[in-house]
């Protein structure tokens, strides 16, 4: 698409849609751990919350959370320069929403936000890189975040390592699975990233990213690395203050983990 002048505008919706695409690559059932944790929202908190949006990503929630709760009102927080420059480029213009760049590992992250309490916290996919002391501490400040009775909901992968036999055999579907859709042309993580580094709307926001986090390198795992099961998250979340823990769902690989402050 062209501007007056001749000036390319970005496709933000083209690029919102290539992420989802590639994550479902390694999540085929992402958008149903979606659809429970916006249930477990809407029963406990009501249609009309007030969302934090943590490692936010391109705003993949923030937008599920809008389209289903249009009266919602929504933070994205996340420090990936891209992944932001996305998020903020296809929700500009919808005062519903803002989005914080914010070390999630900073204790004075809380600061930049521009609610004080939030009726609702969630994140996808995104916490297993924090270390565990990291993502203790963070759980004990999402106490402070929410509202007596808010929620939190956490969808990510969450292996258990006492099934080993069950864990392999999952591993290798996965991959035969994986290898079918590569054929058919679907992106993985390091392939989205070289599009993204060579498209001028994201480029030298690209370039900031790898210079934080190195590049995606092919052949190296994504699914699991780091993370830990649900019975360690939830015994870390009653320890954080929550009053209520519980998992809400669950696949081979991944769960969703739901904390009542």
């Known amino acids: 698409m062209r501007?007056?002048?001749g000036k390319a505008m970005a496709d933000w919706q083209a690029w919102q849609d290539s992420w989802d695409r590639q994550q479902e690559f390694y999540l085929p059932d992402r958008e149903e751990r979606f659809r429970v944790m916006l249930d477990a929202v809407e029963a406990l908190v009501g249609?009309?919350?007030?969302?934090?949006d943590v490692a936010c990503g391109t705003g993949t929630i923030t937008?599920?959370?809008l389209r289903r709760f249009p009266g919602a009102v929504t933070t994205g927080v996340d420090q990936d320069p891209a992944l932001l420059t996305i998020a903020r480029g296809h929700f500009a213009g919808d005062e519903r929403t803002g989005f914080v760049t914010a070390d999630l590992t900073d204790p004075d992250w809380p600061s930049l936000l521009p609610h004080d309490t939030y009726d609702a916290v969630l994140t996808a996919t995104a916490l297993h890189w924090l270390t565990?002391?990291?993502l203790r501490e963070l759980y004990g400040r999402l106490t402070t975040l929410l509202r007596p009775g808010g929620v939190f909901l956490n969808a990510d992968h969450m292996p258990d390592p006492s099934t080993p036999r069950i864990n392999a055999a999952e591993?290798?579907?996965t991959e035969s699975r994986q290898a079918g859709a590569r054929a058919a042309g679907v992106l993985d993580?390091?392939?989205?990233?070289?599009q993204v580094a060579a498209a001028p709307e994201l480029a030298e926001a690209a370039e900031r990213r790898f210079a934080r986090y190195g590049r995606p390198e092919h052949g190296a795992d994504h699914s699991d690395q780091g993370a830990l099961p649900v019975a360690w998250h939830l015994e870390a979340l009653r320890s954080a203050g929550f009053a209520e823990t519980r998992p809400a769902w669950c696949s081979l690989t991944d769960a969703v983990v739901l904390a009542l402050a």
């Open 3 to 5: 501007i007056p002048g």
């Open 47 to 52: 249609d009309r919350p007030r969302v934090l």
């Open 63 to 65: 937008a599920r959370v």
């Open 132 to 134: 565990p002391d990291a």
């Open 171 to 173: 591993r290798a579907f």
């Open 189 to 194: 993580w390091p392939d989205w990233w070289a």
